[in-house]
């Protein structure tokens, strides 16, 4: 059995977001050692210019590294569609990145009109631009910036007054323009999906990458042989450059991962 193995994947957001995404990959590889850095501190990365999400970037996979992180998951949007071909090209481990999913519903809509969630920094992106344009069919995509949702779920405000006023707001435009598909393209909205479903209602499916994420995550281990089989990991270790409330709480049903607080 290759060594490495048994080091942990490492997994990077700006803050609690790609929580949603450990949960996918801990359940479809609950085996594998993990240790997850929440740059709460630094979030949003939506508002950042690209330099300052690479640089962001870079400290993160710089860290995950130095603790033999075996491959890195960057489960923000954000810095995938800004960073991840910088990060690919400079360091030798393997890494899976999240891009909204406007393939997926691409194909399943019969509108012919989408929408999209996702930060200023990811709808901006030259990487979100090309994804957009290289598609097979001609659609429409209206595009949201979720301007404010990741400062309120941070901030421990998922389930606010203000929280459903913003996401009224927001979701505005997709009822407007007959959209059929919402595509989710941050890690953080998951957990708004009661939410939004109140919101849209039963017609519009909701799409989100975080299943595509773990499979792929899965894969690129397998192919690597760096795959760890066997008895449910007892090394999931979480950290967080902030406060580690809000980090605590979207991890309150797992019993055994430590989460601690870090001068990061
Ligand atoms: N979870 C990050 C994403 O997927 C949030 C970005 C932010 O901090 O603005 O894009």
Same mark, same amino acid.
């Given at each position: ?5 048994? !080091? %942990? ?16 990959? !801990?359940a479809?590889? *609950? ?10 501190? !630094?979030? %949003? ?6 330099d ?10 710089? #860290?995950?590294?130095e /603790?033999? =992180? ?5 489960? =923000? ?8 071909? @910088?990060? $690919? ?6 890494f +899976? ?23 200023k ?6 990487? #979100? ?11 429409? @995509? @209206? ?15 998922? !389930? ?10 927001h ?14 393209? =941050?890690?953080?909205? *998951?957990?708004?999906?009661? /939410?939004?479903?109140?919101? +849209?209602?039963?017609? +519009?499916?909701?799409?989100?990458s ?25 090394? =999931?270790? #979480? ?12 991890? $309150? ?12």
């Amino acid at each position: 059995m290759n060594s490495s193995t048994t !080091h %942990p994947i490492g997994i990077f957001d700006s803050g609690i977001g790609g929580t949603s995404i450990w949960k996918e990959i !801990h359940a479809l590889l *609950p085996a594998e050692n993990t240790l997850y850095l929440s740059d709460s501190k !630094h979030a %949003p990365y939506g508002e950042k210019s690209k330099d300052e999400i690479i640089e962001l970037s870079i400290k993160n996979t710089e #860290f995950l590294l130095e /603790q033999n =992180c075996k491959l890195i998951v960057v489960a =923000c949007n954000t810095a995938t569609t800004n960073a991840i071909n @910088i990060l $690919r090209n400079t360091y030798a481990v393997p890494f +899976i990145g999240i891009e909204p999913a406007i393939k997926p519903a691409a194909l399943k809509t019969s509108t012919n009109t989408i929408g999209i969630l996702a930060t200023k920094g990811t709808l901006n992106s030259a990487l #979100f631009e090309k994804t957009s344009n290289n598609l097979d069919y001609k659609i429409n @995509i @209206i595009e949201q910036v979720g301007e404010g949702l990741v400062e309120l779920i941070e901030n421990g405000k998922l !389930h606010s007054k203000e929280m459903t006023a913003l996401l009224e707001k927001h979701l505005s435009i997709f009822l407007k323009n007959n959209i059929d598909c919402l595509v989710l393209g =941050c890690t953080h909205y *998951p957990y708004l999906i009661p /939410q939004i479903k109140k919101i +849209i209602g039963s017609q +519009i499916t909701i799409i989100d990458s975080g299943e595509a994420v773990a499979r792929q995550t899965k894969k690129v281990l397998e192919k690597n042989q760096l795959i760890r089989l066997g008895a449910p990991s007892k090394n =999931c270790q #979480f950290y967080s450059n902030k406060k580690i409330d809000s980090l605590s709480e979207v991890l $309150r049903a797992y019993k055994n991962v430590s989460i601690e607080k870090l001068a990061f």
